[in-house]
DNA sequence: AGGATAATGACAGCGACTGACAATTGACAA
DNA sequence: TTGTCAATTGTCAGTCGCTGTCATTATCCT
């Protein structure tokens, strides 16, 4: 079982479109991507085959799973480039800035782009559908929870590299990027729940909340924030 | 996929050993999750098969699958235990305290009771060994992961009960749970990656954590804390 | 003791996934 | 252009997780 996408930008490696071989896989693996969340949204993930998703794009089976390790890692595509978009977003930071304010300020800044990197592979409706189909399906929010996991560990080595504090010493760098990974994946819970989803009401709803982590901690509710 | 072990205390219904019938179906139980849990820490959980554990305890395959909806479920039903633990004692706390202390003082108090509750079931050495398979194996890595999203979401409903405020206008509650899970996620991981791993351990690990919550959001870290 | 009820075993079947090998296709040099 | 090499794909067989069904066995209750 991978733990990162075969076929895509190792550090280093350029996505290299040379050639026709490269760019049919690329079209394959999008379509793969495209008709699988098609098939997710409108009859849902577990009653999905992927004998249906091969069917749609018209390869065997087998190819499918050459292109993805399992079923889910289909259905988590886009929302895993988007977590590769925000973490290189964050690696490109001014150094000035404080932990917390370089994760939140990165996070209020990517919105646009992110839209723009999303629209090259799939429909933007189609992901925000999908979002919600992730979040209902258990399987799906389980290897959603363990890929961000994957991503706290590296935002951990760039917040101790950027602050010059040792991650195995100082739980600093941990217990804020925990703290706020938590968060975030809360707001992005709530919001996929609503009816209303769209971007923009993505950055404001992470926005919102994350503004609450300190009164949250705040000893005292009586008072409304 | 039941999202709740069947078989266990629903609230209301009575954990009843009467009858010859019951206690042998805890005893099949416990056995199927000693059985389960020494063969995943021995030769791993992706390489144990179902049959294995169910050869091990002597009953049909067909039987296992009656006491647990998957795989996954007899590797987590220990921690899930504790789970249920941590949120009824949260319950049952004083109404007096704000609801971070009440959350971070409730962990504070319950190891040994904890430690007495896994000792009825699995010996703790064979239960520490196993939090280190979860934490290594991906799919059970997962699968925790959103167990633990089940729990948040319990602990939201009573920290907004015992504060008065309302979860679907306020967002404190969840962003108090989130980031506190967050975190003390994050130190059960460290926690169980250390080879000294013991109960006592994970008291320590985790209140250090917890203590570093104030500092990390700081803005400054340059001191050291 | 005996009938109702619950637990189990045996079996068949589906879907996810993998290894192996043969067939096809694009890349590249002669 | 053509022939060769390597990458991609399809086919097939097989394992494992998991489920429905039905007959069998074991407990419960009167």
């Known amino acids: 079982m991978a733990l990162t996408y075969r076929e895509y930008p190792e550090p280093g490696e350029e996505a290299t479109l040379t050639g ?22 409108t009859q849902g993930y577990e009653t999905t085959t992927v004998d249906q998703i091969a069917e749609a794009v018209d390869v065997s089976q087998r190819t499918f799973f050459r292109y993805f390790a399992n079923k889910e890692e289909v ?10 978009f925000y973490y290189e977003a964050v690696c490109a930071r001014p150094a000035g800035e404080a932990p917390l304010e370089c994760l939140r300020n990165t996070l209020d800044d990517i919105w646009d782009d992110v839209g723009a990197a999303v629209e090259e592979i799939t429909p933007i409706d189609l992901h925000l559908k999908m979002c919600q189909v992730i979040e209902m399906t ?34 600093r760098p941990r ?18 729940m609503r009816n209303d989803a769209s971007l923009a009401m993505a950055r404001e709803v992470t926005r919102d909340y994350l503004a609450q982590l300190g009164p949250a901690l705040c000893a005292d509710w009586t008072r409304q924030s």
């Open 20 to 41: 026709l071989r490269e760019r049919k896989k690329q079209r394959t693996r999008d379509a793969l991507v495209v008709a699988a969340h098609e098939l997710f949204v």
């Open 75 to 84: 259905a988590l595509f886009v929302q895993d480039m988007v977590e590769r």
């Open 138 to 171: 258990p399987a799906l929010l389980a290897a959603r929870l363990r890929h961000s996991l994957l991503l706290e560990e590296k935002l951990v080595q760039e917040m101790a590299r950027r602050t010059g504090v040792d991650a195995d010493k100082d739980p």
């Open 175 to 192: 217990v804020l990027v925990a703290a706020f990974t938590g968060v975030t994946l809360t707001a992005s819970r709530q919001w996929s």
